[in-house]
């Protein structure tokens, strides 16, 4: 009996051997067992060989959307920066998408990063991917040599022991609160769609810190990033940042110092949340690649709620919806702008 | 200089006497679930984790932001663009529980800023107590780069853990010195023999030295970097977590009229690493900056210097966000 996941990857690898065999994708986008254990390798497929290579497991943390304008653009003849593309079809990429990685394509494809008739997407409704963090926590810190993966259980080894543990129970904080595993936009399916989920108190780690005194809030805000090296990973494997120089680069003006003076940290992780508003899925990517553990996802998590409560939007889940940010209404709330302070609440 | 032995149980009394004198740092368990370097307080109990802690010893000797000077910034000043050297008093450091892979990346890094006087400074200023492995973790290689799990070069003392005790190997004259307390008494002749034992074990070969006499046209387009970098996010997490890159980018800071420069850790994998003033940039594509990384450390490096620039210590096997294994990697540089 093969698992879900040995399933899973089965398809993708005969859905991607047709794809490629038929010449309709030049390229196709999806995952490969790493080296070490628990580790998964995003992995671009240009021949039939190369797509036996593609599998699936649990521990998919990167957010695959976050190459595709890449690799459109590495399949289209060099032009100049402004330079329109050339008419006339294009060659094409099969991606893989789980439920918030197609929603991030939805963005990608309204704010023109890419072209829908470019991607074959193969939508793969999400079960959730394994924070690792948690599951060092769970066998206490010591040393994984390996994972072995049953449908609901992880059977773990290290030196001298080995334990079996819950899948859900380390499951990512973004995946256990997710509403929608489903695929949005999907030209092929692997498996079958199990629906939205309901999840009442979803917010409830953003609450937890909205209860707090505005200074405990900062003094929890500081400590979390205090660990930041400030190597970007949260911002190069963010499918959202996109820009051909990011503020932090800039020089002229410069916007934010480079090094890791806490007041610089605070700052870029501050606007780098900000820049997501409105657009972040909440796919857990940054949060799941940090060397430094830091829960950088709970920062866009709150712009994520705040977007809800105030143009009852969620990002990426239809097309035709503009983003928040990107167009108005007369209607919009705008007592926001303003903090209100009542009555006898002052300090 | 001979060997000496101190019970487990009076490690912490020792690295206690030693905050009189240093600033000790040893490696803790952080809030966030991984071992980090902190400085070391009495009665917390020693914690000794298998394999290296999260970030690598760089971190005391190139600091995030390291200041080259001050200066003022303002015309009316007298002394407006006089550069003042930034205050150096700092205390004597003691790193306790340094693994022989980063002990030895200070060594490395010394090449390059053997005429740098800040790192030398801090070099001056820095102690290693290294700790010698037993075990390995599945992501270490130290003996592929000319390592090994006993080597103590860059040490000024090397522990041997052994069941109830450490074996207190003086490596320099300052070293010497940190054992001269009453705590230590001589080891036994079992506890040599074990050690003796662990030192005799083999290293394996260098597989790393090999790749000097490869020819650099080679390897510089071998086929194997287009598959490499593309699943590269081009991130600084390798990088920042490996102890021997050392690069750096400087930059001034001028606020109300007062300046300085700073020197901050920069990473080859960021287009704006060579980023050209004229907008020119000679490793614009990932892939250029992706074979650069692995270039530098095994083939460039090694040219100029002689070792490679890597110490096998697996940081960047740990925790690269796409697992971009830098064995993988030089086994395909070793197979062109």
Redesign the interface.
């Known amino acids: 009996m093969s698992t879900v996941n040995e399933k899973i990857a089965g398809q993708i690898q005969q859905i991607a051997t047709q794809l490629l065999e038929s010449k309709e994708v030049a390229l196709f986008l999806g995952y490969t067992q790493?080296?070490?254990?628990g580790?998964?390798?995003?992995?671009?497929a240009r021949d039939v060989e190369d797509a036996k290579r593609l599998s699936w497991s649990s521990f998919c943390v990167?957010n695959l959307a976050?190459y595709l304008p890449?690799l459109l653009r590495s399949l289209e003849p060099p032009r100049r920066p402004n330079e329109p593309p050339p008419e006339g079809p294009l060659p094409k990429v099969g991606v893989v998408a789980t439920g918030c990685w197609s929603r991030n394509m939805v963005v990608q494809i309204q704010e023109n990063q890419i072209d829908r008739e470019r991607v074959v997407i193969v939508g793969v409704p999400s079960r959730g991917m394994v924070d690792r963090?948690k599951l060092?926590?769970s066998v206490g810190?010591r040393?994984i040599?390996s994972i072995q993966e049953d449908d609901n259980s992880l059977l773990i080894r290290g030196?001298g022991f080995e334990k079996v543990i819950n899948r859900w129970d380390v499951i990512r904080d973004n995946c256990q609160t997710c509403v929608h595993p489903d695929p949005v936009i999907y030209d092929r399916l692997v498996g079958s769609l199990s629906g939205d989920r309901n999840i009442p108190d979803r917010f409830r780690q953003v609450e937890e810190i909205e209860a707090l005194s505005v200074e405990e809030r900062w003094n929890w805000f500081q400590e979390e990033i205090s660990?930041c090296?400030?190597?970007?990973?949260c911002?190069?494997?963010c499918p959202l940042c996109y820009c051909p120089t990011c503020f932090v680069?800039d020089s002229r003006p410069q916007w934010v110092?480079?090094?890791?003076?806490q007041v610089d940290t605070a700052l870029f992780h501050i606007v780098r949340a900000y820049h997501c508003a409105g657009r972040c899925t909440d796919c857990g990517s940054c949060e799941?690649?940090c060397?430094?553990?830091?829960k950088m996802r709970l920062f866009t998590r709150k712009l994520q709620k705040d977007c809800l409560e105030l143009f009852d939007f969620e990002p990426g889940l239809d097309p035709d919806i503009p983003l928040p940010l990107t167009t108005y209404s007369t209607s919009d709330p705008e007592d926001f702008i303003l903090t209100q302070i009542r009555k006898g609440d002052e300090k | 200089m001979k060997p000496l032995a101190i019970e487990k149980t009076l490690v912490e009394d020792w690295l206690g006497d030693l905050c009189d004198d240093f600033d000790v740092f040893s490696p803790s368990m952080t809030k966030k679930g991984f071992y980090d370097w902190a400085p070391f307080q009495s009665g917390t109990g020693l914690q000794v984790p298998t394999g290296v802690p999260k970030s690598s010893i760089k971190t005391f000797f190139f600091p995030q932001p390291e200041v080259l000077f001050h200066f003022k910034a303002s015309v009316s000043d007298p002394d407006a663009y006089r550069l003042k050297e930034p205050d150096c008093q700092e205390r004597k450091a003691l790193l306790f529980g340094v693994r022989p892979c980063d002990a030895r990346s200070v060594v490395l890094n010394s090449m390059p800023y053997e005429p740098d006087p800040y790192f030398q400074a801090r070099r001056k200023n820095t102690l290693i107590v290294g700790l010698l492995c037993k075990e390995s973790c599945s992501t270490c290689f130290c003996k592929w780069t000319g390592g090994s799990p006993t080597g103590r070069e860059g040490m000024d003392l090397a522990l041997m853990e052994l069941e109830d005790s450490y074996l207190v190997e003086p490596v320099s004259e300052r070293g010497q010195a940190l054992i001269s307390s009453t705590i230590f008494r001589k080891p036994k002749e079992q506890e040599i023999s074990l050690v003796q034992e662990l030192y005799a074990r083999k290293n394996g070969e260098d597989a790393a030295s090999t790749l000097r006499g490869k020819e650099l046209m080679a390897l510089y387009e071998a086929p194997f970097w287009n598959q490499v970098s593309q699943s590269c996010i081009n991130c600084g997490t390798c990088t920042f977590l490996c102890p021997t890159c050392y690069c750096f980018d400087i930059q001034d800071e001028t606020l109300r009229g007062k300046g300085r420069r700073i020197r901050y850790w920069d990473s080859c994998m960021f287009p704006l690493f060579t980023q050209h003033a004229s907008g020119h940039n000679p490793r614009g594509d990932k892939i250029k900056r992706v074979r650069n990384r692995f270039m530098h450390k095994f083939k460039y490096f090694p040219d100029r210097f002689g070792p490679v620039s890597c110490v096998g210590c697996g940081r960047c096997v740990r925790d690269c966000p796409v697992n971009i294994d830098i064995r993988q990697v030089l086994s395909n540089m070793l197979g062109v």
């Open positions: 790493g080296t070490v254990p580790a998964m390798q995003p992995f671009v990167v976050n890449g963090r060092q926590e810190q040393e040599t030196n660990s090296i400030r190597c970007y990973a911002r190069n494997v680069d110092g480079k090094s890791k003076e799941s690649v060397p430094m553990g830091i």
